[in-house]
């Protein structure tokens, strides 16, 4: 199974930027994808296919990456950003997650 | 706007069965994949299985097959998940979720989620 590394948590201030990564255990080309979830709530779709945002989700997100490394970036933070944020891959069954990163803010 | 909408969920004693139900609407359900999506308390999120979009092609994780099952009625655009042989490992909260129209099996839409609860 492709395994994906995420810290476990970040504290950033608000109006910063904060880069959240991800490290794949073997190469996904692009097939990496990256999802909100906050308290009590469904996982959101950001971004797909490593770079591509998605319908409605605000410029500030965006996201990098191909092979083994990638990164999530909000630039700039808001209190509402405050959430987990999981990677995903779709390269190779099974389709896993990373365990996500918890957003704190400073 | 597309809605997913999970269904029973419930408290199961090991080894005991339970099927779940996600109606799907605001789309057109027999166009795309689908798929079922867990996070145990407190955990992070784990995919369970898919199906194709007219269910010719299903696909588990190891830890499920032989017990789960997931199927489809797109005349009824609901889609299910048949669940055997419980374990306390299964305890989760199950997210019906919808995969891309481009099929590079991101998921694009999910439900609010439904709880199972294997305990005795």
């Known amino acids: 199974d492709t395994v994906l590394t995420q810290s476990p948590a970040l504290a950033v201030s608000l109006g910063q930027r904060v880069t959240i990564s991800c490290r794949a255990s073997k190469s996904v080309s692009t097939y990496m994808h990256w999802y909100q979830q906050k308290s009590g709530q469904q996982p959101k779709l950001l971004i797909y296919s490593a770079s591509n945002l998605e319908s409605g989700v605000p410029s500030r997100f965006s996201g990098s990456g191909s092979g083994t490394d990638f990164t999530l970036t909000i630039d700039p933070v808001e209190a509402d950003d405050i959430a987990n944020y999981y990677c995903?891959?779709?390269?190779?069954?099974?389709?896993?997650f990373g365990s996500g990163t918890k957003l704190e803010i400073k | 706007e597309v809605q997913l909408v999970e269904s029973g969920g419930g408290l199961v004693q090991p080894g005991r069965s339970l099927k779940l139900s996600c109606a799907a609407s605001?789309?057109?359900?027999?166009?795309?994949?689908m798929a079922w999506v867990r996070q145990a308390p407190k955990k992070g999120l784990e995919w369970v299985a898919t199906i194709s979009y007219d269910g010719s092609s299903t696909y588990y994780r190891d830890s499920v097959k032989g017990r789960f099952t997931i199927s489809r009625d797109n005349a009824k655009s609901t889609l299910y998940l048949q669940m055997d042989s419980l374990r306390s490992e299964d305890t989760a909260t199950y997210y019906c979720a919808r995969h891309d129209a481009t099929v590079v099996y991101y998921f694009d839409y999910w439900g609010q989620g439904v709880m199972v609860t294997v305990s005795s």
């Open positions: 605001g789309f057109t359900f027999s166009d795309y994949n």
């Open positions: 995903q891959q779709s390269n190779e069954l099974p389709f896993t």
